[in-house]
């Protein structure tokens, strides 16, 4: 628990507290085991009780609403890397969880696929472009 060191008539005394039970202590001194009473008064511990008022809210406020979206969803770069196949064209109709285009990042070849049903507006890039992370590869709406 808690180490100490005295020094007492020119003695050393490495003190270890391990545990206190009400006024009992127990004590280890250079590897010997004590137990000693405390002559004090034991205080104990007050845990504070927290009160939090009710919280005040002005009609509309602390509501999260969802605005509609322009329509067009943006299809990213997961990972920076090269277009190795593009399997879709302009018009397409997809679904969720379609694959879109592979492209080649560290040596692997990874799906892009569609995360929402919708028609492909435009493709930003074609085989053997390099991408970065967060690159539009495909619009869709």
């Known amino acids: 628990m808690k180490k100490f060191s005295f020094t007492i008539r020119g003695n050393k005394y490495d003190v270890h507290l391990k545990d206190i039970e009400e006024n009992i202590a127990q004590l280890d001194v250079n590897g010997t085991q004590y137990e000693v009473e405390i002559h ?23 509501f999260i609403t969802k605005k509609p979206g322009s329509g067009t969803i943006k299809v990213n770069a997961p990972l920076p890397g090269n277009i190795f196949k593009v399997l879709v064209s302009e018009g397409d109709s997809v679904k969720k969880g379609d694959v879109l285009l592979v492209m080649e990042a560290m040596k692997m070849e990874n799906n892009v696929l569609a995360e929402k049903d919708g028609t492909v507006s435009s493709i930003k890039v074609s085989v053997g472009d390099a991408v970065l992370q967060n690159d539009v590869l495909i619009e869709m709406e």
């Open 40 to 62: 004090q008064e034991v205080k104990k511990a007050k845990t504070p009780k927290l009160v939090r008022k009710e919280i005040q809210r002005k009609p509309g406020e602390g």
